[in-house]
């Protein structure tokens, strides 16, 4: 397949937080990809911007060395390296203070798209924002984008849309979540609505349940002390695994454009049901052979936050109501995997009788690690003795299908070329990630009211066994996860 690359305009991205792990690991080596790619034009600057003291010539020297740890094979290609590293500069910037800002601007250009993309701690957004604009580095065409944690909870999330909202039009503002940018998740819209297969399927008569499972294989490991504050209901249910459900339950939107996308992704938050407390399950993973346990990752022996969470939802409109929808995700399990799986109903009658067994066809997504779709297809088992029935999947990995040309750009790069393009449909609105804290936060209120503690689960498992509870009470169960 040949890849048809389009340039972007030319640009001045500013990355604040230009010196930390996830400028270092994603941003600036995603960058360097779309730079060989053809994506970013040769007139695009980027403009690192942090507390640290150093010259433009020490932060490209940092940027090579972040290329060659985290970049792909084209790391190798010194003379590409060299080209993008002279489209590099830095200003030492503070962003609780005055210092570095009037300099910052000097690097600005007129007349070119202008991004600033905030990678620093969330309590820094508001003071950016707002320094932005007082010293006349933004204007009406300008565009910022926000890392999460995008707010705590519903009142710290409205807040931080009041405060940006003061400085910056909605339209300018890029709310980032990075699993909107993975290839496979925009395809879930494809496959969705660009078959006639699918969509009239797509609803509570013909779907028994979803399930979506985000696990992970690491523990908190060094940024225990962060995510003890958070836990795996604010990490990854709130924004990552919201935004899947999003999709996969949308109405169509009439066209692909932002906001009749966010329109229905947001019509979906509105309906979910409130979730009762027995169907929610929290886990915190125990020690393992060689391995810290989550308490002793967060640094605190009584931790009560979890980082696991099972739970059943409900959506309450025509298309869904009577199927569950299940969430799941964890650190320390057995594998690290991010999957949609559309369990179909049985057919309504078997011809076949009694001996043929019960069959049902499956769609899986797989996010991670490797990108594709299989479905499971009942066919006759091949051979004599009868009419017996087997499932087989018809699998489909993106790499194989549509061969080495169909390499997809990191969700970042992916993402901030859309910045660039001015193109929202990728990112969450402020009413989105309201109506998202305003869903989680009476699940995590009522945990506290009740003093829930975690259930423990054993590193490299499937998480606690109240998960596979939730499900077998339904006479459900969850796809196996395991190395
Ligand atoms: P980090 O490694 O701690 O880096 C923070 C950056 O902010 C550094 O470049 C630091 O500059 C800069 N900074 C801090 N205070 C500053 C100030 N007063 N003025 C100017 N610059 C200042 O953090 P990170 O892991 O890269 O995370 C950045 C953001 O992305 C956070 O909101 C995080 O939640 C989000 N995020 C991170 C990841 C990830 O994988 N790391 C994933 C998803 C989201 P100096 O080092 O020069 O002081």
């Known amino acids: 397949m040949v890849s048809r690359v389009i340039p972007v305009d030319p640009f001045d991205l500013v990355i604040f937080g230009a010196t930390g792990d996830l400028a270092r690991r994603k941003i600036l080596p995603g960058l360097f990809d779309r730079f060989c790619d053809g994506q970013m034009p040769p007139e695009a600057r980027i403009i690192g911007a942090a507390r640290s003291d150093m010259t433009s010539e020490e932060f490209r020297t940092l940027v090579d060395e972040a290329i060659s740890e985290f970049g792909g094979a084209l790391a190798e290609d010194r003379a590409a390296v060299a080209r993008f590293l002279d489209a590099l500069s830095y200003e030492t910037v503070d962003a609780v203070g005055e210092d570095g800002w009037e300099a910052l601007r000097g690097h600005l250009r007129e007349g070119f798209v202008r991004a600033f993309y905030f990678s620093v701690g969330p309590s820094l957004f508001g003071d950016i924002a707002e320094r932005l604009r007082s010293f006349g580095l933004a204007d009406e065409n300008s565009r910022i984008v926000v890392e999460k944690p995008f707010g705590h909870d519903l009142a710290s999330a409205k807040k931080l849309n009041a405060t940006l909202a003061q400085h910056f039009d909605e339209t300018q503002i890029y709310r980032i979540d990075h699993y909107l940018g993975k290839e496979t998740v925009q395809n879930l819209m494809a496959v969705r609505f660009g078959n006639m297969l699918f969509e009239p399927l797509w609803n509570s008569q013909f779907i028994d349940h979803i399930q979506i499972t985000v696990a ?89 936050t979890e980082s696991f969470v099972a739970l059943r939802l409900n959506i309450s409109n025509w298309r869904w109501a009577g199927t569950p929808i299940y969430l799941r995700t964890g650190k320390k399990l057995a594998v690290r995997e991010s999957e949609i799986v559309v369990v179909f109903k049985e057919t309504p009658h078997s011809i076949f009788g009694p001996d043929a067994g019960n069959h049902r066809n499956v769609l899986v997504i797989r996010l991670q690690p490797d990108e594709g779709m299989t479905l499971d297809v009942t066919i006759k088992e091949p051979g004599p003795g009868g009419m017996r029935l087997v499932d087989v999947p018809l699998d489909m990995s993106f790499a194989e299908a549509l061969g080495p040309g169909a390499q997809a750009p990191g969700a970042y790069e992916r993402l901030i070329m859309d910045v660039i393009r001015g193109n929202q449909t990728l990112f969450m609105r402020g009413d989105e990630v309201e109506a998202a804290w305003a869903w989680t936060d009476p699940i995590i209120e009522s945990w506290v009211a009740r003093h829930d503690v975690p259930k423990p689960y054993p590193p490299g498992s499937s998480g606690p066994g109240d998960a596979d509870l939730l499900m077998r009470r339904d006479k459900r169960e969850w796809r196996e996860i395991k190395a």
Do not use: W
Not at 218 to 229: E, L, P
Not at 246 to 251: D, G, N, S, T, V
Not at 284 to 304: I, L, N, T
């Open 216 to 304: 992970e294989t690491v523990g908190v490991g060094g940024r225990g002390g962060y995510y003890d504050k958070s836990g795996a209901m604010r990490d990854m249910i709130q924004n990552h695994l919201m935004q899947l459900l999003c999709l996969i339950a949308m109405e169509p939107p009439a066209k692909f454009d932002p906001d009749a996308v966010r329109d229905e992704k947001l019509k979906v938050i509105r309906a979910l049901d409130p979730v009762q407390h027995h169907h929610v399950v929290r886990g915190q993973y125990e020690a393992g052979e060689g391995e810290q346990s989550y308490r002793e990752d967060a640094g605190d022996p009584r931790s009560r």
